[in-house]
């Protein structure tokens, strides 16, 4: 704890103490800086302050003659009494700002949970309204209001998020990755680097620069960006996806495998995500394996939120397979999401057309 001295009144028995965390002190107060007047003013203090204080005083100050610290900490109390104003009242009320700011935000967190989008982004207003030096609340409104579509407002919240937190590097990457998302990657890019240079070791960084050096076309730095990024602790969990879908667009499938199988090795098998799971299905096509696709895409298609791609995909490798009956069960499921789906229709009037032409050979 930080221990600061003031006094609201120029009479010594007013003077007190605060005590904050060092961290608020650094943020709400400048350090007091004693000019040689006032040392002066202490040895002047030691010497005379028995004859100049009440007779309640000096006998108080008797008892404690002995005792050099305690009447020093009396002395500088009179000093500082002699100061203009009194920052640490102040730095008080702003740690009390701070305080009621992160609880206001919590409360937003809590929202979030819920999914209630709209009072979070009221909540997460109200602590930055409550302190507006606070750059975690500041960072979260400008979240929320990225995710309602205010892109330009949460921009600017995040820039003055990243300078109250002083270049914070999680939050220089926060502010990158808003303009990654604009197209704005060489911004983008110099966040990520500026982030990095502040910590070496944050892997969000490494992974924003590996997005825009994709992005660029830039595959090979790309890469080591990414593999830099899952060497570190907290990688995004795209990470290692994108990398799989680069060997995949390179024609590197069993590198694809290898990465997306070292992924699937931490969940029980059961338990295997989704994008995992679709992933080693197109590696095993691109590979001609359309057992193992077919094994994969079916249980894709399991997941209630599989889409009309994943079952085109599934119909497609049992097509391959040979199994045109199933295939076309697929197709009939792929259209019954999305009659407009192009691909099913394709491969559905393919899939007539070759019964058609099986029909008449057995005739």
């Known amino acids: 704890m930080a221990t600061r001295f003031c006094s609201a009144t120029p009479a010594f028995r ?3 103490t605060v005590s904050l965390e060092p ?10 800086v004693l000019k040689p007047w006032h040392y002066r003013a202490l040895s002047e203090i030691e010497k005379s302050v028995i004859e100049k204080v009440d007779p309640g005083v000096k006998r108080f100050s008797g008892q404690i003659s002995n005792n050099r610290l305690v009447w020093e900490r009396v002395a500088l109390g009179l000093v500082l009494s002699l100061l203009p104003g009194c920052a640490c009242w102040q730095a008080r009320t702003n740690a009390d700002k701070l305080s009621s700011a992160r609880r206001i935000s919590l409360q937003g967190i809590e929202a979030e949970s819920h999914g209630d989008w709209d009072q979070a982004e009221k909540l997460y207003a109200a602590a930055v309204e409550t302190c507006p030096v606070d750059d975690r609340s500041r ?3 400008a979240e929320a209001l990225w995710r309602r579509g205010d892109r330009v407002g949460a921009i600017a919240n995040m820039k003055e998020a990243v300078r109250l937190s002083n270049q914070s590097p999680e939050q220089i990457v926060q502010l990158g990755r808003m303009h990654f998302e604009e197209s704005n990657v060489l911004a983008a890019e ?3 680097t500026i982030a990095i240079q502040r910590n070496q070791g944050l892997a969000a960084a490494w992974a924003l620069k590996g997005d825009v050096a994709w992005r660029e076309g830039r595959i090979e730095d790309a890469l080591a960006d990414y593999h830099r990024a899952r060497t570190l602790p907290d990688c995004p969990a795209t990470v290692p996806l994108t990398i799989a879908d680069i060997y995949a667009q390179l024609g590197r499938p069993q590198r694809a495998l290898a990465t ?4 699937a090795d931490q969940y029980p098998p059961a338990n295997v995500p989704p994008e995992i799971l679709y992933r080693q299905g197109l590696a095993y096509r691109q590979l001609e394996r359309h057992e193992q696709a077919v094994a994969c895409f079916t249980q ?3 997941n209630p939120q599989a889409g009309p791609d994943q079952f085109f ?10 199994d045109n009956a ?21 491969l559905i009037t393919r899939l007539g057309s070759l019964s058609g032409e099986l029909s008449g050979v057995h005739r």
Not at 27 to 32: A, D, I, M, Q, T
Not at 260 to 263: D, N
Not at 313 to 322: H, P, V
Request: aromatic residues 6%; charged residues 20%.
């Open 260 to 263: 997306l199988q070292s992924l």
């Open 23 to 32: 961290a608020e002190c650094c943020r709400y107060s400048s350090p007091l």
């Open 139 to 141: 960072s979260r409104y």
């Open 14 to 16: 007013h003077f007190a």
């Open 300 to 302: 894709v298609c399991q």
């Open 190 to 192: 110099e966040q990520a």
């Open 326 to 346: 199933n295939a076309r069960l697929a197709l009939q499921t792929a259209l019954a999401k999305n009659p407009d789906h192009a691909p099913s229709r394709d």
């Open 313 to 322: 995909q599934l119909a497609e490798s049992r097509l391959a397979a040979g």
